[in-house]
């Protein structure tokens, strides 16, 4: 079970003192948003390879950007550990799958709320990591979409009846109030923004979460 923070949450000019706040993460969860794919912009890659350089907690990048197939190499480059594209949003995901690859970074495939499991199926086996978002992508704080749950148990159950060694990610609206439930349904790896960094004491609540999702 591995928490991710989101750094979407955090304050936009003080970020290295805000990863100094999450350093027990297993994962920094870093939402890159190019105002097209979602209507909201955040940062690109020179900020990601300035946060790899000031710290030792791996980078999870996720790119809510169009032409991932232009875009995603550079960010592997950066160091990142891992870099997660839509599906939604590339033409050709195998090519996008090796850019990542080939730069040494690990692959993950996102799909948004209504996107159907059985679009992403056939990749899974290529990548390292499914992220099923659990509310349309572009802001922080929005709650869960319930509806989306029984994706996630398709998904691991795929996933095991396969054999494959994948991620199942979550990501939106997870917090102490349905961690347990998402690492009950299949998840493994759990993205939460407002959920901690609304605390006081950031690694307090990432062992809240992790204990709560390693309860099942
Ligand atoms: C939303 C982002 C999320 C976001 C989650 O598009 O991908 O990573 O930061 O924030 P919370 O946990 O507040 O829903
Ligand atoms: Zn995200």
Same mark, same amino acid.
């Given at each position: 079970?591995? #928490?991710?923070?989101?750094?979407? !949450?955090?304050? @936009? +000019? ?22 097209? @794919? ?13 946060? /790899?350089?000031?710290?030792? $907690? ?30 939604? =949003? ?19 495939? +996102? ?30 704080? /929005?709650?869960?979409?319930? !509806? ?12 095991? +009846? /396969?054999?494959?060694?994948?991620? $199942? /990610? ?8 349905? #961690? =347990? ?10 993205? =939460?923004?407002?959920?901690? @960094? ?19």
């Amino acid at each position: 079970m591995r #928490i991710a923070p989101s750094i979407l !949450s955090a304050d @936009f +000019a003080n970020l290295e003192a805000e990863l100094r706040t999450i350093s027990s993460s297993d994962l920094i969860h870093v939402d890159v948003m190019d105002g097209h @794919f979602v209507p909201n912009l955040t940062i690109g890659a020179p900020v990601v390879a300035r946060l /790899q350089e000031i710290t030792t $907690v791996p980078l999870d990048v996720h790119l809510m950007i169009e032409n991932p197939e232009r875009w995603a190499g550079s960010y592997a480059e950066t160091g990142a550990s891992s870099v997660t594209f839509h599906l939604e =949003a590339a033409t050709n995901p195998k090519e996008v799958i090796s850019q990542i690859r080939s730069s040494g970074s690990k692959v993950g495939i +996102a799909i948004k709320p209504g996107t159907a499991f059985e679009d992403v199926s056939g990749l899974v086996e290529f990548a390292d990591m499914l992220l099923v978002m659990t509310v349309e992508p572009g802001f922080g704080g /929005q709650g869960l979409i319930e !509806s989306v749950i029984p994706k996630i148990t398709q998904a691991r159950e795929f996933i095991k +009846a /396969q054999g494959l060694e994948v991620s $199942v /990610q979550v990501d939106g609206g997870v917090g102490l109030a349905n #961690i =347990a439930n998402l690492a009950r349904a299949g998840a493994d790896t759990f993205v =939460a923004g407002s959920a901690v @960094f609304s605390e006081l004491n950031r690694n307090d609540r990432i062992a809240e979460l992790r204990l709560l999702a390693e309860s099942i």
